[in-house]
């Protein structure tokens, strides 16, 4: 979750094999800082994996066979989550997620009035002045506004009560991070995020703060993280197994 600076990985190749009746292609990438092998599984790019630099690309296929569950379990969910978008717009009573909450959505006109988002209830009001395609634009800042509030809040009571020191936060777009932390101390985070349950979400900054003593995944890492968050392996359970769908909420 948290790689200090972006690492280019290079496109080994694309290869295709059979699991149970079904053809999976898979995206190969060799990293050069990767220690352990990577599976990613997402609605956008189908599966993806990582190898490290000295890893025997002809293993590969066995290396599949041997994840064969997990793959087309990942894959299942891609395919049956359910998402605001493939691409359609919303509508009138859509579910949208915030912090764990299912929102009915609400679209109101207001001619003399001005933009607005803001949660009534269990109901999430959009108040446009004109349709125009605004919905999603209007939500995605909503959603950014509320992710940079809650998120700086949490991650200023948390260094303050662990004795850690940040140097800024950002909300990104990231397509295949949660969060992130740099060497220099910058913390950044998926908007979408907010979408988690809250306890998603403090398991995600908790990680990211861990990062400042530790760099790297080690035991000594998740140690840090088990003392200031006991419930992360259920917590992060939860966001591997809800991330396609997270994922693709508002997106264009």
């Not at 004795?163 to 932390?181: D, F, K, M, V």
């Amino acid at each position: 979750m948290a790689r200090r600076n972006r690492v280019p990985l290079s496109v080994v190749g694309t290869y295709q094999i059979n699991l149970d009746g079904q053809t999976i292609a898979c995206i190969v990438k060799r990293s050069a800082r990767a220690r352990y092998i990577r599976f990613e599984v997402r609605l956008d790019t189908g599966l993806t994996v990582v190898i490290p630099r000295f890893y025997n690309i002809g293993q590969i296929h066995s290396l599949l066979e041997t994840k064969r569950r997990w793959i087309l379990s990942k894959l299942a969910n891609c395919v049956q989550s359910p998402t605001l978008t493939n691409h359609r717009e919303l509508k009138e009573s859509d579910i949208i997620p915030y912090l764990g909450r299912e929102l009915e959505l609400r679209i109101q006109q207001n001619q003399k009035g001005a933009d607005s988002v803001g949660i009534d209830g269990d109901k999430l009001v959009v108040t446009l002045t004109n349709q125009n395609g605004k919905l999603k634009w209007m939500l995605e800042q909503w959603y950014r506004r509320q992710a940079a509030e809650i998120i700086q809040e949490k991650v200023d009571k948390l260094s303050a009560r662990f004795g850690l020191t940040y140097n800024r936060i950002c909300i990104r777009a990231q397509r295949t991070r949660w969060g992130s932390c740099s060497y220099s101390g910058n913390l950044n985070f998926n908007w979408k995020l907010i979408m988690a349950p809250e306890p998603v979400v403090d398991y995600v900054v908790i990680h990211e703060l861990m990062h400042l003593e530790e760099m790297n995944h080690t035991n000594r890492f998740w140690k840090l993280v088990a003392e200031k968050c006991p419930d992360w392996r259920e917590l992060k359970k939860w966001l591997r197994e809800h991330e396609a769908e997270l994922a693709t909420k508002l997106a264009a």
